[in-house]
């Protein structure tokens, strides 16, 4: 991961501090200590600032769960030396406030709720640079609770003095609420020979990986810091993408280091470019180049990051510019049947979207503003299959979004056979992204409105034709549908330009039957009218307005006029 060869930029960590959201910590750690900012922490769980994990010894099968947040401490920020069994952290000059936000319960294992991992993620967000999370929620196709939803765009707000705070959170179980979220780095771990661990799915939203079993791709085994232990001080059976979240995290601090200035957006566009596929030895034939020519892979994302590139890229680093966010939403949601007229060549009507581009943000200052675009969207299914289509195009008199980095969508998939269900996007570029793949839907599963996200796009013509196909290989699908989907990427207005004013453009309908959808068809259920029903009432409003205007006439000339007396 060139950690090494970052350090000898000088790189340590030093003026950084890590946010570590875990169940406690070990502070009294001879390794940990110096680096321990007790002033700056928090126990969220119990309101006090006792941060330890509070060892329950007589429960031995958890010490190793209570003992997870001295083990990522180690990873982030030891400062042994090299006579000391345990390895020096990644970051080891970094400062650690160690936020506890969950606990353990016998019965049942760690828990936390979702207002202190809200609180948490909200804590000290002048100060803290990167918010460490290797935890996962265990529910999947879960939406993120609001709170922590506001947390985290509120923190790429204003954190970091406007710079905005960086959230790490591991891979997890397809659908999580935390990963799908624009304003959060995802990684997933690689074995030490650059093989796929069995713990890692698909999943598109990661955006890295770091090692999850060891320091290097040729050697096997890594030591950490332990605080369970009477007769020692460390610990060699720490792994996993927790390791990975602490290993990106202190490289991530390595990098502030090199450059103060980045913004979270710079940081995640150092990540992709210093992310590589060449070492993952058998993994880097699956990796896939996008139209930007940026390969990802469908568990590792842009490959392994190496801390070395990373540095150098920040050093030098020219800041990105504006971001925008096209959003395309539908008017109208229905569960789809074929169309009697049509079933042959349309199985089923096609819905009206609005779609929207709104400038997020340029640099540190929000701005508010939407672009024009000109949005073809459709929809066609069948029993095993339905395609959702978003056409966007720039107006031609309006600087919009040029390039992509995140592409999110909100899908609802009821079918008779989850496990058999597939889902993925084709960008216009015709770069495939898979969301979700067979077996990742259990049947407790319930997928209604959950928002999925992909970066694998990054870099990519925002424009053209978006399709999103949900699909099953066994059954039958009983509802589908995509209710909007959401590009953020930078685009080309330049700094002091004026965003183009808000536009929305309806479409025409199209006339049926046509091999390429490019407009609104409603069938008889829908609300909007069809193009026979429009024409008929086009009329009848023409026929009214005349008639408000000939009886207006009438009234301002007698109101004008000199009029006699009426006598009975």
Request: aromatic share 8%.
């Amino acid at each position: 991961m060139g950690i090494g060869d970052a350090w000898n930029f000088s790189m340590t960590g030093e003026n950084v501090t890590l946010g570590v959201l875990d169940v406690g910590v070990d502070i009294t750690h001879p390794y940990l200590l110096d680096n321990i900012a007790q002033q700056l922490s928090w126990n969220y769980d119990s309101n006090t600032s006792d941060v330890s994990p509070g060892y329950q010894r007589s429960y031995g099968e958890f010490l190793q769960l209570q003992d997870h947040g001295t083990n990522v401490c180690g990873l982030l920020s030891a400062n042994s030396n090299e006579s000391a069994p345990c390895a020096k952290g990644v970051a080891f000059k970094s400062k650690l406030a160690i936020i506890k936000v969950a606990h353990l319960d016998v019965k049942v294992g760690i828990l936390a709720d979702d207002d202190n991992i809200a609180g948490g993620l909200a804590h000290r967000t002048d100060t803290i640079s990167v918010y460490v999370n290797a935890f996962t929620y265990r529910n999947t196709f879960r939406n993120l609770n609001f709170a922590t939803e506001v947390v985290l765009e509120q923190g790429t707000r204003i954190g970091r003095q406007g710079k905005g705070s960086m959230f790490v959170f591991p891979s997890a179980k397809i659908g999580g609420g935390l990963e799908n979220k624009i304003h959060t780095i995802v990684v997933s771990g690689v074995n030490p020979n650059g093989s796929v661990p069995a713990s890692v799915a698909s999943n598109a939203a990661v955006l890295t990986s770091a090692l999850a079993y060891s320091f290097s791709l040729m050697s096997a085994g890594m030591s950490t810091t332990a605080g369970i232990y009477s007769d020692r001080k460390c610990t060699d059976k720490f792994g996993g993408t927790s390791a990975s979240t602490a290993f990106l995290s202190g490289i991530l601090a390595l990098v502030l280091q090199a450059n103060p200035g980045l913004s979270w957006r710079d940081v995640m566009h150092i990540i992709v470019q210093s992310s590589e596929h060449e070492s993952l030895k058998s993994e880097s034939s699956n990796f896939t180049p996008n139209a930007a020519g940026k390969y990802f892979h469908a568990m590792f994302g842009f490959g392994l990051i190496n801390a070395e590139k990373a540095v150098s890229l920040a050093r030098t680093w020219t800041p990105v510019g504006n971001m925008f966010a096209v959003t395309g939403t539908h008017l109208s949601q229905r569960s789809c049947r074929p169309l009697v007229d049509y079933v042959t060549s349309h199985p089923c009507w096609l819905l009206k979207y609005i779609v929207t581009n709104q400038l997020v943000r340029y640099n540190t200052s929000e701005q508010h503003s939407n672009d024009t675009f000109r949005r073809v969207s459709s929809k066609i299914c069948n029993d095993m299959s339905c395609s959702f289509g978003f056409e966007i195009k720039c107006a031609h008199y309006c600087s919009c979004a040029s390039t992509v980095e995140q592409v999110q969508v909100s899908i609802t998939c009821h079918t008779s056979n989850p496990k058999t269900t597939s889902v993925y996007i084709t960008s216009p570029s015709g770069t495939k992204s898979i969301l979700v793949q067979e077996g990742q839907i259990s049947t407790k599963d319930i997928v209604t409105d959950v928002l999925m996200r992909s970066v694998n796009f990054w870099g990519e013509n925002a424009t053209g034709l978006w399709i999103i196909n949900i699909s099953i290989t066994d059954g039958t699908i009983f509802n589908a549908n995509v209710s909007s989907i959401i590009i953020s990427g930078t685009n080309a207005i330049a700094s002091g330009d004026m965003p183009c004013e808000e536009l929305h453009k309806s479409m025409t309908a199209s006339p049926p039957g046509q091999a390429t959808v490019s407009e609104d068809l409603m069938d008889s259920n829908a609300k909007t009218p069809k193009p026979r029903e429009k024409s008929a009432l086009e009329a009848t409003i023409a026929v009214l307005f005349l008639v408000c205007i000939l009886i207006g006439s009438i009234i301002f000339f007698y109101l004008n006029a000199d009029h006699a007396p009426v006598i009975p």
